[in-house]
Nanobody, 120 residues
Framework: HVQLVESGGGSAQAGGSQRLSCSAS??????MAWFRQAPGQKREAVAA????????MYLDSVKGRFTISRESGKNTVHLQMNSLKPEDTAMYYC????????????????WGQGTQVTVS
């Protein structure tokens, strides 16, 4: 089994920035993504990235503000969040998938513990 460990998060002012990082213990490169979930809301994909890092997907509401990236040849990803809004407040989860770059929750079989991002 693969363990994912997230770092970063915390509080930020509206208009501010946060950077999340995640490392997965898998030997093979995996497709990686960030999801978020606010209380009473469904879990939604924020951003996803291919194994090589050349293909990315973003939630419409974060396009132009968030950037997902990965370190070459590693299962380490980052989510740079700029121009934060209160609506971005949620628990953010790193996830890894084996077969494709996807925004489907069920495709991700490995999950981090989550890190809280609060924007006020």
């Amino acid at each position: 089994h693969v363990q994912l460990v997230e770092s970063g998060g915390g509080s930020a002012q509206a208009g501010g920035s946060q950077r999340l990082s995640c490392s997965a213990s898998a030997d093979a490169l995996m497709y990686m993504a960030w999801f978020r979930q606010a209380p009473g809301q469904k879990r939604e994909a924020v951003a996803a990235i291919s194994t090589g890092g050349s293909s990315t997907m973003y939630l419409d509401s974060v396009k132009g503000r968030f950037t997902i990236s990965r370190e070459s040849g590693k299962n380490t990803v980052h989510l740079q969040m700029n121009s934060l809004k209160p609506e971005d407040t949620a628990m953010y989860y790193c996830a890894a998938a084996q077969y494709r770059c996807t925004v489907v929750v069920g495709d991700y079989i490995y999950w981090g513990q989550g890190t809280q991002v609060t924007v006020s």
